[in-house]
């Protein structure tokens, strides 16, 4: 005789799991959306969509006392919403296309009206469960399809490659469900009425929520490894870490490539801070950020040397190509920056470089960096608001 008796799963054991498992799992959403800054939005939805598997499993076990439609139209707007809403919430987490999951809705609206067009014929139970279980498998692939972009991201990821399985898998399910709707099994008293669907929503459920918090503490890590690295005005790395990374770009380069250091200084910054204010100087030198930013290569560094001067270090660059992208940088900085009372400051850049071809050792980064800012007071003797190339002994320019 064993020690505890068995008993077997029934439908309304497997809802009252499934609800209690949204309900404690949103609550716990709720409250640590208040303590992460930054990812308030999906662990709010994420919220919603399990609120809505909660309410659909209360549906599914109100159904003896809900009066005519109700009894099959509520639980079922319950669960396509929840699936919508989790759609929006993995978007919104992944920083992808959060205005392509609104197209879940479409789907939803059309499987509810295809609903109420079938309870108002009359359509056996059969028809019915076929309808929701066809528009909750397309809901999933949808799901699945505008996952796909992460995938490609970070194709070795676990919980993207879990999330992306989990939905093509019960998109299958689903489907299959609806196309075996008219078989005995799953008539409304059949052997297997809504035992199979449950147990896979359960999982379901289960699995995404683990994948969206594994997810969402990747995210969380990585922002704040993003905030050590990044000067918090700028955006560009630390004057630290880009000295860090240089100096590693510079040690792992082949013999023979050529490097760009540069040195960047706003030109009379001073006037600009005793003129306007320190949080217009902000402005400025943070404006300035973006457009160098927006000027480099995804393989070039750049960072904030400190107060309103920049240092960069540009890949397969030789002296042609510095001027060349010093002109442009120039050049865009004579737009000037438009301020909220409507007036416009305008601002420009000095800037010193050395290039350098890369020999048997690498030279220290301070000495380069020393080198551009020589050339850069140059730059500023000369009347400002231009390059000026430093050349000396080893640090020609490369043909």
Known sequence: MPLLPASGLTPGSLFACLGLFAVLTAVFAVRASRGMPGFERPLRLWAAALSCVAVAAAGYLARPWLAGPLAYLVPNLAVLSAVAVMGMSFATLQGGQPRRARWNWALVLLTMAALLGAQAWQAPYAVLAAVAATGL??????????FLPQLRVRPRALPETWVLASLLVVAASFMLRAVSSGA????????????????????FVTNCSLAFFSMLHERQRTALQHSYQRDSLTGLYARGVFFEKAQAALQMANVGEAFAVLMLDLDHFKRINDTHGHLVGDKVIAHAARLLNSSIRLNDLAGRYGGEEFCLLLHDCDGERAQRFLQRVLHRAEQPLSLRDGRSLPFSFSAGFVIFRMEDKAPPL???LDRADQALLQAKAQGRNRAVQACGEGLCPVP
């Open 137 to 146: 498998g397309l809901l999933l692939l949808h799901g699945a399809l505008l």
């Open 366 to 368: 301070e000495q380069l």
């Open 184 to 203: 005995d099994l799953w008539t409304h008293h059949g052997p297997w009425s809504g035992h199979p669907m449950l147990v896979v929503g359960l999982v």
